[in-house]
């Protein structure tokens, strides 16, 4: 149950062979985190000219791209596996005549290199998340052999991706992400971002803007700002002034059309008082915050090097509801961190007690080579790991359900998004990001009505439409 282990396939299939029309054929597959989803669309922009059309079928595709996450080993190592069936569908592609090349992007690929030639030799590139505007270059590269791509360039790649057609921002919906702070300086002692993703940059808010106006006129409503450390932002203004992202979020919140604004990951430690405001000055911006505090134990935290207590992140809670009473919170724990005892996890399902969030993610402790993490003594058995992660699953399930049956009655504008899953209905998400069915018409798509929600089920809510707000 989390966001972070979410396989996303990006693309549709598109109804041309490549012998009629000389494009061949793209598939992409992401893993990991939101950031990932977005290289993914921008991945899929600077081939688009190269004559790559996205598809949605892995068996027709003559480029196939693992776009790929190494935060835990069970999301770096099933990268191998599927790469031994990619392997086997290139070899029966090859016996058809039909050439097919594989590449590997994403976290593992900056930490693994040429380490995933060694293991899968099937693989034609192996390219860092830092470098896909050099993508068509690489490609050609590896037409003469397999090429590994993991340096950090010193040129900004956001300034050399293409920009994508209005139809393929409208294919990808309404709510869209928007990378504007990447690589993390913290040093959590669990954590391989900062080794993958590199140091902490902020894009300009020129580009920002210039991206975010963009997607609103080809039709976008929601942006969701994407930083590993996304309050860290500390982009550049005209001026060449640093702006944080209270401010970018006002800048944002004129662009006409716009009419949701969000962002994820947030860093307790940089929750500012000015941003805290915003989330009651200012409309666009949403009543919900992801701010992960990883374990109710200061000992822990401590070890972690998270940088904080227990009792700063519950003052910082109060201080943020002080300023919006409804905001929805949710975070991400870490249990069996080396040494974490009984009497600290009983402290973080406490912490998760006094908090209440509307939502959680949690996750085994997972050894990741390099990190200091992986040095400790003490490394928590397995068994100890699952049978806390089942108590803390029972605890957080609960809070959910009560979160969303909380809803039941209320009415609230609901942004629509998609058709729903049967005929004649529409999906959507509240303020607090629940997702709402509905029977409405697909005109709604795009624009926001009031909804009175009338039920729950597991991961969503019903509702029926009470007002067209706009
Ligand atoms: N930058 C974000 C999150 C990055 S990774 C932040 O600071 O919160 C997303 C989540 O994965 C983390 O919040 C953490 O809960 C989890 N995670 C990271 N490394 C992990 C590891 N080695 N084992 C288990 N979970 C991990
Ligand atoms: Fe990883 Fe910590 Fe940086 Fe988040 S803040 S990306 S958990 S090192
Ligand atoms: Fe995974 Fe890299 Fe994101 S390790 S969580 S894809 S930053």
């Avoid at 081939?47 to 068996?59: K, N, Q, R, V, W």
């Avoid at 969701?224 to 992202?245: K, R």
């Avoid at 990741?368 to 040095?375: F, I, L, V």
């Amino acid at each position: 149950m989390s966001t972070m282990t979410t396989d996303q396939t990006a693309g549709a299939a598109v109804d041309r062979s490549e012998t009629e029309t000389g494009r061949r054929k793209l598939f992409v597959k992401s893993y990991g985190c939101q950031m990932n989803v977005y290289d993914a669309t921008r991945m899929a922009d600077v081939l688009a000219p190269e004559g790559y059309d996205e598809t949605g079928e892995i068996a027709e595709a003559d480029l196939i791209v693992l776009n790929t996450c190494h935060i835990r080993e069970r999301a770096s190592e099933k990268v191998f596996s599927e790469l031994g069936k990619i392997r086997e569908l290139k070899m029966e592609r090859a016996a058809a005549g039909r050439e097919t090349l594989i590449a590997v992007a994403g976290c593992v690929a900056q930490a693994e290199g040429k380490e995933i030639l060694r293991r899968q030799k099937a693989v034609d590139l192996v390219i860092g998340p830092q470098s896909y505007h050099r993508l068509p270059e690489m490609l050609r590269l590896a037409k003469a052999g397999p090429v590994v791509e993991t340096d950090f360039p010193v040129e900004d790649k956001f300034d050399h991706l293409a920009r994508p057609s209005n139809a393929k921002v409208q294919s990808r919906g309404v709510a869209a992400f928007l990378t504007i702070q990447e690589g993390c300086d913290k040093f959590c002692t669990f954590c391989v971002v900062p080794y993958t993703r590199g140091a902490e940059t902020s894009r300009p808010i020129e580009k920002i803007i210039e991206e975010a106006t963009y997607l609103v006129q080809a039709g976008v409503r929601e942006i969701t700002l994407l930083g590993q450390n996304v309050n860290a932002f500390h982009g550049l203004d005209e001026n060449g002034a640093p702006c944080n992202l209270s401010a970018l979020v006002a800048r944002l919140s004129h662009i006409p059309g716009l009419l949701r604004i969000r962002y994820t990951t947030s860093h307790p430690n940089d929750m500012t008082d000015d941003l805290i405001a915003a989330h009651r000055t200012q409309p666009a911006l949403m009543p919900f915050l992801h701010l992960p505090v990883q374990s109710g134990s200061d000992r822990v935290l401590q070890a972690m090097n998270r940088k904080h207590r227990v009792r700063d992140y519950i003052d910082l809670i109060a201080r943020i509801r002080a300023e919006r009473p409804d905001i929805a919170l949710s975070s991400d724990f870490i249990v069996g961190f080396p040494g974490e005892t009984e009497a600290e996890f009983q402290e973080t399902l406490d912490l998760i007690s006094e908090i209440d969030f509307a939502s959680t993610y949690f996750f085994k402790y997972s050894t990741r080579p390099g990190t200091p993490g992986a040095e400790m003594a003490d490394q928590v058995p397995e068994d100890i790991k699952s049978e806390r992660l089942a108590r803390l699953q029972k605890l957080t399930d609960a809070q959910r359900h009560a979160y969303n049956a909380a809803a039941v009655g209320k009415i609230m504008p609901v942004l629509f998004e998609k058709k729903g899953r049967h005929p004649g209905q529409i999906g959507g998400k509240t303020p607090y990001l629940q997702a709402v069915h509905v029977d409405g018409p697909d005109h709604l798509i795009g624009s926001e009505a009031l909804v009175e929600i009338t039920g729950t089920s597991t991961n969503s809510l019903f509702g029926c439409l009470a007002e067209q707000i706009s």
